[in-house]
């Protein structure tokens, strides 16, 4: 089994990089600078589950051939179109599509682009960013990776995908219903989203103020009516789990969506909060705290492009 990575950054560098560690043939799809980086230094891993330096093989665009069997796709949503166009001449007739965003919305154009049948759904739950130095680094002792068919069951490609990782620093599952795990992931991950973003804070320091446990609990509760409402009801032991998370006033969880906006980058807002909004809306429910923070992303996307936000005029 071939793969090919897009990208050699936070997530695409630590699982690409398991992989590799694990025996599989895997090549990384990157920019020049990039490759330049990885053929000096070598892929470099910072990690409570053991760190490492590995010699890996790096392509730029016109290097590739249809070859590969699973394509991880890890890129941000803003840049979806763009990473479709890249990896599509590199994946091979039976081959498929692994996304690894953030959300939902990114199955469409996937599906239009290269067929259902050959997209598979994906979540990864990890805490990791790439230093300026092209060290990944692993924040947290998150390590979960999922990926399954969008029609649901456990297929041999799904299994085989899920084998190829060493289990001691990723732990790989096939699943049964990948879109069950995905609305999940969408009603945690826009909860701690458009809080962090909203208050520029982690999630101790939000449960600390007078009224934040029960901004978060509020929002939680809106974005598991959501997906109730669109046929994926959160399980009890995901409602258990996020709701301690959420009051935790000793938390230091933050968001990479928090971590871009502190950075002057780009967010995923549209895709990750500006989407619950929407099925939220299509649901009949009243936006809420969603839509105050969506409009706040909207508002710092507006300034980023006035070229107005702190220490960057």
Known sequence: MRFLVLGAGGIGGYFGGRLVENGADVAFLVRERRREQLEADGLRIESVYGNATLRVASLVADDLKPRYDVVLLTCKAYDLASAIDAVAPGLARDGCVVPLLNGIAH??????????????????????????DGTVRHLNDWRTIAMG?????????????????????????????????????????????????LMRANVGEIVRTDAGAGLLRRTFDLLSEVA??????????????????????????????????????????????????????????????LEIAYSHLQAYDNRRAAGRLPGRN
């Open 107 to 132: 199955l469409e154009p996937l599906n239009a682009r290269f067929g259902l049948e050959r997209v598979l759904g994906g979540t990864a739950q990890i805490g990791v960013t790439l230093a300026r």
């Open 149 to 197: 068919e969008q029609g649901g069951g456990v297929s041999a490609r799904a299994r085989a995908i899920a084998g190829a990782f060493p289990a001691a620093s990723v732990a790989a599952q096939a699943s049964a219903d990948i879109m069950q795990e995905m609305w999940e992931k969408l009603v945690h991950l826009a909860t701690a989203a458009s809080m962090t973003c």
């Open 228 to 289: 109730t409402r669109n046929g994926h009801p959160p399980g009890d032991a995901f409602l258990a789990r996020y709701r301690r998370i959420f009051s935790d006033g000793q938390s230091g969880y933050a968001t990479s969506m928090l971590r871009d906006i502190e950075a002057g980058n780009r967010t995923e807002g549209a895709h990750i909060v500006g989407f619950a909004l929407e099925k939220a809306r299509a649901a009949g429910l009243d936006g809420g705290t």
